[in-house]
């Protein structure tokens, strides 16, 4: 591949690895300074030596990378481990919901497009589930991805009459808001929130980075919240992630 000189080092979080013919390895990774980009790393099927245990999903790295003048595809000629997070990867549980995350920023970020905002969020995110409780974590940081991706849904009243959201409201996605039953009466498809998930939800997205640790969320909720909001971001989308029916499972039914 013909090269261009190296790039300052770059922090990244792998999101997915996949092989590239008989010794190559092309990792997919979410960097501050660039956004999502694809990176090849030349031998590293065959020789994993130069990049022992560092490129699996979930992991932050300093990155040194060189642009390809043909393509959009980076050379990886080196990485250092900033986190490895190995708890993501020896609990099932905790791979399902990490997977989740990493496909979901995949689906809502383009190349060469950084998003420092959403970087944050997704190690944060991936640092919370290395050992924290990942039910809680699951709701908190699709309430902020969808907030970040400017999608966040109208939820201080039913948004086709106005109608205050004091009691159960429906989800509609035509809407981008909860609807009352008047509007819907037919029930259109989306999740029923209760006046409690609605209100959790409008406090997660106004949290301050850092700050939805105070929030709580009852057991019932956390699937609620994270249902209506992978609802949501598949119509947004029009593409239901993968990884949603294994994450799933994460929540007591
Ligand atoms: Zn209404």
């Known amino acids: 591949m013909a090269g261009c000189d190296p790039l300052p080092p770059a922090a990244g979080v792998v999101l997915d690895v996949f092989e ?58 080196g990485a250092e481990i900033i986190s490895s997070r190995p708890g993501l990867r020896f609990d099932h549980r905790r791979y399902a919901a990490a997977s989740l995350v990493c496909e979901l920023v995949i689906h809502w970020t383009r190349e060469a497009d950084p998003a420092p905002e959403l970087f944050h969020l997704l190690g944060w995110t991936l640092d919370q589930m290395d050992n ?82 105070r929030i709580r969320i009852g057991a019932k909720s956390r699937r609620a919240i994270t249902e209506t909001m992978i609802r949501y971001s598949t119509w947004l989308l029009q593409k239901e992630p993968a990884s949603w029916k294994a994450a799933a499972e994460i929540f007591p039914s």
């Not at 309430?143 to 205050?164: F, K």
């Open 20 to 77: 590239h013919g008989e010794s190559d390895l092309i990792a997919v990774i979410f960097t501050r300074e660039r956004g999502r980009l694809a990176a090849i790393a030349k031998g590293a099927k065959k020789s994993r030596r130069r990049f022992v245990n560092k490129l699996e999903p979930f992991t932050s790295l300093e990155l040194l990378l060189s642009p390809s003048r043909r393509s959009t595809l980076f050379r990886l000629d």
């Open 132 to 213: 924290g409780d990942i039910s809680w974590i699951l709701p908190v940081f699709l309430v902020r991805l969808i907030d970040l991706t400017g999608h966040r849904p109208l939820l201080d009243a039913c948004a086709v009459c106005g109608a205050a959201a004091s009691g159960p409201m429906r989800m509609s996605h035509a809407h981008h808001g909860v609807v009352c039953r008047r509007c819907d009466p037919q029930g259109s498809g989306g999740t029923v929130l209760n006046a409690g998930e609605i209100r959790t939800i409008r406090e997660l997205a106004d949290a301050p980075p850092g700050r939805t640790g």
